[in-house]
């Protein structure tokens, strides 16, 4: 199922780069994401979980999306299935750092048989 959610990421990922969002609250676009994949929680703790994974990721504290995922998943509330992670991580590269959205093409690689 991992491997699904991840190829379907990257795809996705890709489509996302660059779609124009003029004056959209990129924080508020994210909460949106989120509730489409049954992630709740407060706003504005969701955003800073995503902004804690970019920084992780840019200063390379994770070396990849598998890592951003276990980081994720342990910070989300009981219960997250390792899915959200996934879908937590897929929403928030292209939102709050639309540079490191080849992490996720290389996690979608790397879990192809």
Same mark, same amino acid.
């Given at each position: 199922?991992?491997?699904?959610?991840?190829?379907?990421?990257?795809?996705?990922?890709?489509?996302?780069?660059?779609?124009?969002?003029?004056?959209?609250?990129?924080?508020? @676009?994210? #909460?949106?994401?989120? =509730?489409?994949?049954? !992630?709740? &929680?407060?706003?504005?703790?969701? *955003? %800073?979980?995503?902004?804690?994974?970019?920084?992780?990721?840019?200063?390379?504290?994770?070396?990849?999306?598998? @890592?951003? #995922?276990?980081?994720? =998943?342990?910070?989300? !509330?009981? &219960?997250?299935?390792?899915?959200? *992670? %996934?879908?937590?991580?897929?929403?928030?590269?292209?939102?709050?750092?639309?540079?490191?959205?080849?992490?996720?093409?290389? #996690?979608?690689?790397?879990?192809?048989?």
């Amino acid at each position: 199922m991992i491997r699904a959610v991840v190829a379907a990421l990257a795809v996705s990922a890709g489509l996302l780069v660059g779609a124009p969002v003029a004056g959209a609250d990129p924080d508020e @676009a994210f #909460a949106e994401q989120l =509730h489409t994949y049954g !992630i709740y &929680g407060q706003k504005d703790f969701n *955003a %800073w979980i995503g902004k804690i994974m970019r920084k992780r990721l840019r200063n390379g504290h994770d070396a990849d999306a598998f @890592a951003s #995922a276990k980081f994720v =998943h342990d910070q989300l !509330i009981k &219960g997250t299935t390792t899915d959200q *992670a %996934w879908q937590f991580v897929g929403a928030g590269i292209p939102i709050y750092c639309p540079d490191q959205v080849f992490v996720l093409q290389n #996690a979608a690689d790397r879990s192809e048989p």
